[in-house]
């Protein structure tokens, strides 16, 4: 008997990138996001006049100053909204600003995000994660739930359309896609060249047509899902497993929605390798992202250096944030050989 799939996939939301609707009013990204916090962060983050598509994350720290990180440099934020170097001259949070943002965050219901909380973050309309920290209380399983939170770091969503141009041919060999691993520090882009890759081979390009995709997604950065649909376009042609622990995902994914190629952010662990492994050996191409600086950095690790011996990824792409988010400085292959990528000739001396 012949078997047929059919897939059924949620429709699209458009992120915060340029506009929301909210009882029929257009909100600009700036104002949809400011909303979420108290009411005099707000105030101030309204006086703001950089670009807030280069504003990377806002840092909240009881009875601290007000963080901004813009275009990768680090600012406090003052009453009347000016960015300076000087901490002496930065709004202080109040524990009182902490209480209300995270009202509004979670919309008056935290509890709602209990899974969310226990994994120390929440995850908001538009794709923005918000990473929280406080006083975690535990039992045999784990962490069971967190209390006194102190500390918020809202971490915006880009998604920058075409940043994987230029690297997409490197990783294909001929119509097959090439099992890559990203190379990157933080807050250098890999998640954003991440989902930009995904959502072009799912779409499929001129010269290749899409394939099926499968997103292990486990700290909601990658798709950014949104009560289950993501506010990321990863593509047409692509399914997603929300809050998944990396390697249950890839082997749940193999298992039930037979994809052609699956994607997972930042891998480490023992247990990832054997996952990824099993993603190899039945077929389906591999593209992952590690923390490092450098292959030198990857070859060191020991977990990873067994990838790098073993070959098991065809293309290495290494991130900087000379170029801005997901500019790629170097690309090797198998072996660890540099190809002749152009962004390489002006960096190297």
């Known amino acids: 008997m012949r078997r047929i799939s059919i897939r059924v996939q949620a429709y699209f939301v458009p992120p915060l990138i340029y506009c929301i609707v909210r009882g029929g009013i257009f909100i600009d990204k700036k104002e949809g996001l400011i909303r979420i916090f108290s009411k005099d962060i707000r105030n101030i983050l309204r006086q703001v006049s950089v670009d807030f598509e280069q504003v990377q994350e806002i840092r909240l720290r009881v009875h601290l100053p007000l963080l901004?990180?813009?275009?990768?440099?680090?600012?406090?934020?003052?009453?009347?909204?000016?960015?300076?170097?000087?901490?002496?001259?930065?709004?202080?949070?109040?524990?009182?600003?902490?209480?209300?943002?995270?009202?509004?965050?979670?919309?008056?219901?935290?509890?709602?995000?209990?899974?969310?909380?226990?994994?120390?973050?929440?995850?908001?309309?538009?794709g923005?994660?918000?990473?929280?920290?406080?006083?975690?209380?535990?039992?045999?399983?784990?962490?069971?739930?967190?209390?006194?939170?102190?500390?918020?770091?809202?971490?915006?969503?880009?998604?920058?359309?075409?940043?994987?141009?230029?690297?997409?041919?490197?990783?294909?060999?001929?119509?097959?896609?090439?099992?890559?691993?990203?190379?990157?520090?933080?807050?250098?882009?890999?998640?954003?060249?991440?989902?930009?890759?995904?959502?072009?081979?799912?779409?499929?390009?001129?010269s290749h047509p899409g394939v099926t995709v499968g997103v292990v997604d486990e700290r909601s950065e990658i798709g950014a899902c949104y009560q289950g649909v993501p506010q990321n376009d990863l593509g047409i042609r692509t399914d997603i497993l929300d809050c998944c622990p990396k390697a249950l995902g890839m082997m749940m994914l193999i298992r039930t929605m037979s994809p052609q190629v699956i994607a997972v952010d930042e891998i480490g662990s023992r247990e990832d390798l054997e996952a990824m492994a099993y993603v190899m050996n039945c077929g389906c191409r591999l593209i992952a992202t590690v923390h490092g600086n450098s292959m030198d950095d990857i070859r060191q690790k020991p977990v990873l250096r067994e990838l790098v011996q073993e070959r098991w990824f065809e293309r290495y792409v290494v991130l900087n944030g000379r170029g801005g988010p997901g500019h790629v400085d170097q690309i090797y292959d198998s072996r660890g050989s540099r190809l002749d990528w152009p962004g390489r000739r002006v960096y190297d001396n």
Do not use: W
């Open 128 to 206: 923005h994660r918000i990473g929280i920290a406080g006083k975690t209380v535990t039992d045999a399983n784990g962490i069971r739930s967190m209390k006194f939170i102190s500390f918020i770091n809202v971490r915006l969503s880009h998604q920058i359309r075409g940043c994987a141009d230029k690297v997409l041919p490197y990783l294909y060999d001929g119509r097959e896609i090439l099992h890559t691993l990203l190379i990157s520090a933080p807050r250098c882009g890999k998640t954003t060249l991440l989902r930009d890759i995904i959502r072009q081979i799912s779409d499929g390009t001129k």
């Open 68 to 126: 901004m990180i813009h275009n990768n440099r680090e600012f406090y934020v003052t009453s009347d909204g000016k960015l300076s170097k000087v901490a002496e001259e930065a709004f202080r949070v109040g524990r009182k600003d902490l209480k209300e943002t995270l009202e509004y965050m979670s919309d008056y219901s935290l509890y709602a995000f209990e899974e969310e909380v226990r994994q120390g973050f929440i995850t908001i309309q538009g």
